[in-house]
């Protein structure tokens, strides 16, 4: 399942060189975004979490993995200004966590059983 580590984390440091090179930002500037997103997964995680504990998985990481794919998207059509980058970085780091595989109680006993 793709989500934010397995799409950002660790993909990022594949970009830093094209970035730079593409719009002649600074290698620490455009690191800095990494760490925007870092920082508001951070923030963001007891928001999610209570809302996955209050609505459900599927009403919270349905709409977080259509909002983190058009986030990745708009990627895509990135200017050469460092602040929509870092719109970017943040809004991904937002509903990052959001994108992760959900486990029902009765997955989790499995798990555990199986382990």
Same mark, same amino acid.
């Given at each position: 399942?793709?989500?934010?580590? &397995?799409?950002f984390v660790y993909t990022f440091s594949v970009f830093v060189?094209?970035?730079?090179t593409e719009f002649g930002w600074s290698r620490e500037a455009i690191s800095r975004g990494f760490a925007i997103a870092a920082?508001? #997964?951070? #923030? &963001? &995680?007891p928001a999610l979490g209570r809302w996955l504990d209050r609505y459900g998985p599927r009403r919270v990481v349905l709409p977080c993995i259509a909002i983190f794919g058009l986030a990745v998207a708009s990627l895509g059509t990135l200017r050469p200004h460092l602040w929509h980058f870092y719109a970017v970085c943040l809004l991904l780091g937002m509903v990052g966590n959001g994108t992760g595989k959900w #486990?029902?109680?009765g997955r989790f006993r499995a798990g555990l059983q199986n382990g």
């Open positions: 399942m793709v989500g934010f580590g &397995s799409l060189k094209p970035l730079a920082l508001t #997964v951070a #923030v &963001s &995680s #486990v029902t109680p």
